[in-house]
Structure formats: C-alpha cells, structure tokens
C-alpha cells in the first residue's frame, strides 16, 4: 500500500486525504489543529463556492450540508462613486445556472477531520514547519503541501512570469452576522456587491456557520481608503460595528440590511491582506527528494471573486485522478510537474480574472463590460456566470479586442 502525506487540513488537503482513504491508500494527514479547536475558533474564509465546485464534493460523498446551506441563485452588482462624480447608483440583478453556497469552513474542516479519523485515518495533531518536511517526504511515497500559511510555502519559489503582484492590493476584513433585515425581495438569495471605485467593494452572501444560517460581510479595502481601517484588529462586535457605519456611508442599502446585526460567535471576524502570488508547483528538498504543491500553498488569490476554495476543490479532484491513474509508477519530479501544470491549466484563468478585478478600474475592458451589464440582461448573465468557470473569460472579458469584439454584438 502506497504511503502519502498530507501536510494541510483545509479544503484541498481533507477532500485529497478522504478521496486517496476512500481508494484504499495509506494516508497521513498532518493538521495543526484539532476537530474541537477548528469548530470552537475564529472564522478563516468566506468560502464561497460555486456550482462545478459543490458538484466535485457532492461527487466525492462529501456534501453534508447541502439541505442546510442557503442557496444564492444570482448575483445583484452595485456601482456608484459617492465621493467622486458618479452620484447614480448602477445596479443590475442576474441569475447563475446552478446555485452557489458557503459552508463555514470551521464546521465543515472539522466533520471532515472527524470523518477521516472515524474511517482509521492517521491524523497528527501538530504544526509542521518547512524544516520538517524532508523528514516526512523521507518515510513517505508521495508529499503534498496543502497549507498556504506560514514558512511552508516558502519551500516553493515564486514564478515571477506568472506573479504579477509582489504586495497585497487590498487589506480585508470580514464578518459572520446573524440579525440581517431581508428585503423581501429578489436580492435576498443573491449574492450581493457594491462597488466604489475610489473605496474598494462591499460583498454581502448568505452561509451556514456553526449555529445556524447567517449572512457574511466581506470588505475588501483600497489600501489607505476609508474601508482600510482595520489596524487594531477589533473584536467581532466592535469590528462589524464600524463595518455598519462605513456602509452607512458607501452602500446605504447594504446599511439598511445590517443597521441591527450582531457577531454570531466570539470567532466571527477575520482581517487580513494577501498578496495574489503563483509558486513553482514542486520544491526540492536535496537528497533527491520533491514534495508537491496543492491550492493556496502555490497559487495564492485575492478572495475579491471568491476563487480560493473553488480552486482548492478543483485541485483535489485533480490529484486524486492523478494519483490514481499513477498506479505503481513512482511519484518522481516530472510527474509531480505535469500535475501542477493541468491544475494550472485551469487555475490560471481564475488567477488572471482575479488580477483583472484587482486592476479595477484600470482595467478598461472590465469597466466597457459592466457597463454594458447595466443596460443588458445578457451581458450580466454571462459576466455572472464566468465566476463559476473563469475559462470562459479567456474568450472575451480577459483581451480587450476581444471584449470589444463581443459587445459591439450586443449593443
């Protein structure tokens, strides 16, 4: 039986662990956690995940929320400049073609964790440092590094071809809010945003957390702008308090919602920045020795377009099948190459429209396309629909000609 490690309990690396446990391999599972402590600590994403994302779990057996977890079905986008000379509010309001949802990471994390130990999985309950990792790769067939924070993803180089940032462009903060004032409309099963170019953008989604439904308020912050304010990292209640007032201000509608909103839990807020970069998908260890990188250890998002744990899932799947198809062979370097590379394949249009959103609103072909999105049913559906699959943006919304080549159909 084939010996694999995996260093990460996040999303990639317990749906990786429970898929190879499934096939019968012997897995390792490293976790700086325990199931308790994930579910009892602080919130750690907005984990928005889409359709083709949700479908790779449901596939694998591990959707156990789906009948709990509040369905989106669309997307409502917001667009004004209070403070500079666009006063008229722009919206548009679109369905997606399958529905999206968010499971708080705290309690799906730890029923995964709980699941891989039930079935006899191997589960040690430590932090593992990058000097650590040559010692585990020794007694081990196959390595995977599926934690994206702390020294490990140091052990994989920076592609400077592919990294186009080399510091965070937004700082953010998001909260966990129970108390939300519906408005009885279409909007209250969308996700919803409110950009402000001169600000940064305000995004609104419904969730399940550790007690329940909630709604999640993300704000993503130009750095030195009114929503970058986060410095002394407040508790959840002070946090989602001043939240509140900067909505008061830049997304009164927003304001209207979560005027009465409280904290859900004592964990429910999370600040941060993260600098949007792609690593080498392999790092060598000397003696001969690789480990292979997997999500957010090697390809880093921004989480304005809520990528990163639709990205994770996809690259479990994809070494899954990798791995499986690898049968006795050994798990050698270029092997390890070519499983990155078709992860890339797809994730690198996810991280191009990411580093396209960030550009806003330099990127002129973005600002050409949501105008148009104002004013034409069609054009929303498909900007809305591309979150799901970024691929699609290759076509037209990625290329300026080829962007303008598709609006001068439309309008």
């Known amino acids: 039986m084939r010996r694999i490690a995996i260093i990460g309990a996040g999303q990639a690396g317990l749906q990786l662990a429970l898929g190879l446990q499934a096939a019968h391999y012997d897995v390792t599972l490293f976790s700086e956690r325990t199931a308790e402590r994930i579910r009892h600590g602080r919130i750690t994403s907005t984990q928005l995940m889409f359709g083709p994302a949700l479908a790779l779990e449901h596939a694998a057996g591990l959707d156990l929320w789906g009948a709990q977890a509040p369905a989106m079905t669309g997307l409502e986008m917001n667009h004004w400049d209070p403070a500079g000379?666009?006063?008229?509010?722009?919206?548009?309001?679109?369905?997606y073609d399958t529905e999206a949802r968010s499971v708080d990471q705290?309690?799906?994390?730890?029923?995964?964790?709980?699941?891989?130990?039930?079935?006899?999985g191997r589960v040690e309950h430590r932090a593992v440092e990058a000097a650590d990792v040559a010692g585990i790769a020794a007694r081990h067939d196959l390595t995977v590094v599926a934690a994206g924070r702390g020294t490990l993803s140091s052990l994989f180089g920076r592609d400077a071809r592919r990294s186009v940032y080399d510091r965070p462009q937004r700082t953010l903060a998001a909260f966990y809010a129970s108390g939300v004032t519906g408005r009885a409309d279409e909007s209250d099963t969308c996700l919803?945003?409110?950009?402000?170019?001169?600000?940064?953008?305000?995004?609104?989604?419904?969730?399940?957390t550790v007690g329940g439904p909630c709604e999640i308020l993300l704000l993503e912050a130009k750095p030195g702008g009114p929503y970058d304010c986060w410095a002394d990292r407040p508790g959840p209640r002070e946090g989602l308090r001043r939240a509140v007032e900067l909505l008061r201000?830049?997304?009164?509608?927003?304001?209207e919602r979560f005027a009465d909103a409280e904290p859900t839990d004592a964990g429910a807020a999370l600040y941060g920045a993260v600098t949007p970069t792609v690593r080498d998908g392999v790092a060598a260890l000397g003696a001969g020795r690789y480990v292979l990188g997997m999500a957010d250890a090697v390809v880093a998002n921004d989480p304005l377009t809520g990528q990163g744990a639709n990205n994770a899932a996809r690259?479990?799947?994809?070494?899954?099948?990798?791995?499986?198809?690898?049968?006795?062979?050994?798990?050698d370097r270029r092997w390890?190459?070519?499983?990155?590379e078709d992860y890339w394949e797809h994730a690198r249009h996810a991280h191009a429209?990411?580093?396209?959103?960030?550009?806003?609103?330099?990127?002129?072909?973005?600002?050409?396309?949501?105008a148009a999105a104002f004013e034409h049913p069609e054009v929303a559906h498909r900007f809305a629909n591309g979150y799901a699959d970024p691929a699609d943006y290759r076509d037209w919304l990625l290329d300026p000609e080829r962007a303008d080549a598709y609006l001068s159909k439309i309008i």
């Open 85 to 95: 000379h666009e006063l008229r509010v722009r919206r548009f309001t679109t369905s």
């Open 106 to 120: 705290r309690l799906k994390l730890s029923a995964w964790l709980e699941l891989f130990a039930s079935r006899g």
């Open 192 to 208: 919803r945003v409110t950009g402000v170019p001169s600000v940064g953008d305000a995004i609104a989604l419904q969730a399940l």
């Open 249 to 255: 201000e830049y997304a009164p509608w927003e304001y």
């Open 315 to 331: 690259a479990a799947a994809g070494y899954l099948d990798a791995i499986l198809r690898r049968g006795e062979l050994p798990y």
């Open 336 to 340: 390890m190459s070519e499983t990155f």
């Open 353 to 370: 429209f990411t580093d396209l959103m960030l550009r806003q609103p330099s990127a002129e072909q973005v600002g050409r396309v949501l």
